[in-house]
Nanobody, 120 residues
Framework: QVQLVESGGGLVQPGESLKLSCTAS????????MAWYRQAPGKQREMVAS???????NYADSVKGRFTISRDNAKNTIYLQIDSLKPEDTAVYYC??????????????WGQGTQVTVSS
């Protein structure tokens, strides 16, 4: 089994920063590309940032300049640094990863999400 667990969410004021973490564990041989998505109330889930194993990154236009994705391959962990938070960043943030297991099965896995609420 493979598990992805996010952490770092919380209630913050506009303009503040947060750093989210997501760690993959379990029956893992290799973790390939990973990404952060978010889903605000009443809206569809959207990709905000992605990162390849070689650390090439991609961002949604709405978050460029404020969000930074990074990863530590040795820890099977990705991070999302969020600066200058806005109320519209309020959402549940999910991580996902393309993972090859020790039995050489490849699949996309999702975490359970972490809530980020931006409010004064």
């Amino acid at each position: 089994q493979v598990q992805l667990v996010e952490s770092g969410g919380g209630l913050v004021q506009p303009g503040e920063s947060l750093k989210l973490s997501c760690t993959a564990s379990g029956d893992i041989f290799t973790v390939y590309g990973m990404a952060w998505y978010r889903q605000a109330p009443g809206k569809q889930r959207e990709m905000v940032a992605s990162i390849t194993r070689s650390r090439s990154t991609n961002y949604a236009d709405s978050v460029k300049g404020r969000f930074t994705i990074s990863r530590d391959n040795a820890k099977n962990t990705i991070y999302l640094q969020i600066d200058s938070l806005k109320p519209e960043d309020t959402a549940v943030y999910y991580c996902t990863g393309r993972i090859l297991t020790n039995t050489y099965k490849s699949g996309d896995y999702w975490g359970q999400g972490t809530q980020v609420t931006v409010s004064s």
